[in-house]
């Protein structure tokens, strides 16, 4: 076709504006411009999820990102989010949230020993096809609180749990939530005569399957095998309070062997979270595993605001006082593990309250090591959920969609911050100054060990304009920026020539 043709003058219409009048054709040339109209990075991202290079996740042009998002699990029923929509997911992502943790739960996926509840996880694998339309990726977890609804931990000022089936409830006192964890870890036979954990582990394979046939299989930041796994009545460790070595070196560490390669055995690459038994001070003596594309993820909190949130009580006074003591050195040692086992750290909970000073704090704190993170959470679901907090949502009504009007402000303030959601070199300090909303990121421009950056990778650092409110002046040394002025995502290429570092900061208007 001659281009051209689309100028002719009068008279009869040329060859091009004679082929144009043939639907099939416009429709074509519709679709050969929509597919030219997007960004390159776009659609290698819908076709490959991001991929671990040592301690770092990286997208498809090499980039070191971090994901910023939310954890949306409902572990009562219907054990999804279901008034979870379009709306909500817009105000995530107009706010820069680009991650959700979201949740199938054993109970309602695998109602019967080997018999799969394939609307249920089809709900599930919908939500991250909807949240995929938006730009926002998942980790995607099997979560339980307790055990199981007639099991429990006291410490949670309940004697009821979530999670598991009653028929892989198995421990020798029903109402002791340490006896069934002892039971799964010593894979205990169901009914079938098929083990407990087996069972659970061919569940993983079942689901893996089906979330990767949907369209938004590649919109998966990562996979969490097992939500918060607490040693049995085996063991002599107390729930909550410090970490169990022989626990973690042993049966736990036995069970993320299997179950990951079960995971790797459909075929699946995704990036793989595990946890350890969690404690207060995040004391872990989690072994590496033997997997190249594995990190680790955990969580911190502060526990005498969770607990009086979980409670219904008053924030305690002197939070701020109590609570950094308790959370830094958690943050130090997961710190030194994700060192340790040289794989990306994922802070998979924290907040679970309204006290944002601390949110905040945490938020920063997670940032300045590159971590990913999904605050706890968006509904409350409580008490429906006796092991979640009054005040942990982001919505001011959850029976209403999601908008600014119905959001929780101050909570916004405190966990849309600026930061660095794609970095086409190696980071190497991050800082936001929170009374300046001054913002710095310095990276180098070589590749993250193990990751090949494209030529041309931009780095791309989310600005939220609620701490912009009159818009943002940027310096960089070692790059320019190549986006437009007063972008929410500002876009820098590095200077060409050998690798050196580069140094951005974000002010105020």
């Not at 940032?367 to 990913?372: G, R």
Request: with cysteine; net charge negative; proline share 8%.
């Amino acid at each position: 076709m001659r281009f051209n043709d689309f100028r002719h003058g009068g008279g009869r219409p040329g060859p091009a504006r004679r082929w144009l009048r043939r639907p099939w054709v416009v429709a074509l040339l519709l679709m050969v411009l929509a597919v030219a109209s997007v960004p390159p990075s776009a659609s290698a991202e819908a076709a490959r999820p991001p991929a671990r290079a040592g301690k770092w996740l990286v997208d498809d042009q090499g980039r070191v990102i971090s994901v910023h998002g939310v954890n949306l699990v409902r572990k009562t029923a219907p054990y999804y989010p279901a008034n979870f929509g379009q709306q909500d997911a817009a105000l995530l992502a107009s706010e820069g949230f680009d991650a959700a943790r979201i949740g199938f739960i054993w109970e309602a996926a695998e109602p019967r020993p080997g018999v799969y509840d394939d609307v249920y996880i089809r709900r599930i694998v919908a939500l991250n096809d909807l949240l995929a339309a938006h730009g926002i990726r998942t980790l995607v977890d099997f979560h339980q609180d307790g055990w199981s609804r007639s099991a429990g931990f006291s410490q949670l000022g309940s004697n009821s749990g979530d999670g598991a089936p009653q028929w892989a409830t198995l421990g020798a006192d029903p109402h002791n939530a340490q006896d069934d964890f002892q039971a799964f870890w010593n894979d205990k036979p169901a009914a079938d005569g098929i083990g407990i954990q087996t069972h659970f582990i061919h569940l993983w394979q079942h689901v893996i399957r089906m979330l990767n046939a949907g369209p938004g299989g590649a919109n998966i930041v990562g996979l969490d095998p097992f939500n918060e796994p607490y040693s049995g009545s085996g063991y002599s460790c107390q729930p909550f309070v410090a970490s169990c070595a022989e626990f973690e070196r042993g049966a736990l560490a036995q069970f993320y062997r299997r179950v990951i390669a079960a995971i790797r055995g459909t075929g699946d690459t995704h990036v793989i979270f595990p946890e350890s038994d969690p404690n207060a001070d995040g004391s872990t003596a989690l072994p590496a595993l033997p997997d190249s594309a594995v990190g680790y993820n955990f969580h911190i909190y502060c526990f005498p605001v969770l607990g009086a949130g979980i409670v219904g009580a008053p924030t305690p006074p002197g939070f701020d006082v109590v609570c950094p003591p308790q959370e830094n050195p958690a943050v130090a040692v997961n710190a030194a593990l994700a060192d340790r086992i040289g794989g990306p750290g994922f802070l998979s909970e924290f907040g679970a309250s309204d006290v944002n000073t601390d949110n905040a704090r945490l938020v920063d704190l997670a940032d300045e090591h590159f971590w990913s993170w999904t605050y706890w959470a968006y509904y409350v679901y409580h008490p429906q959920d006796p092991a979640n907090s009054d005040n942990q949502g982001l919505l001011i009504d959850e029976s209403k969609p999601a908008s600014q009007a119905n959001a929780k402000q101050a909570k916004l303030d405190a966990l849309a911050a600026p930061w660095a959601r794609a970095v086409a070199g190696t980071p190497s300090k991050y800082h936001f100054d929170r009374a300046t909303s001054t913002m710095t990121l310095t990276y180098s421009t070589a590749a993250a060990a193990g990751a090949h950056l494209a030529s041309g990778a931009r780095t791309e650092i989310f600005v939220p304009a609620r701490h912009y409110p009159l818009g943002y002046n940027v310096r960089v040394d070692g790059g320019t920026v190549v986006s437009a002025p007063g972008a929410r995502i500002v876009k820098v290429v590095s200077t060409p020539g050998a690798a050196h570092d580069v140094s951005v900061t974000i002010t105020r208007r």
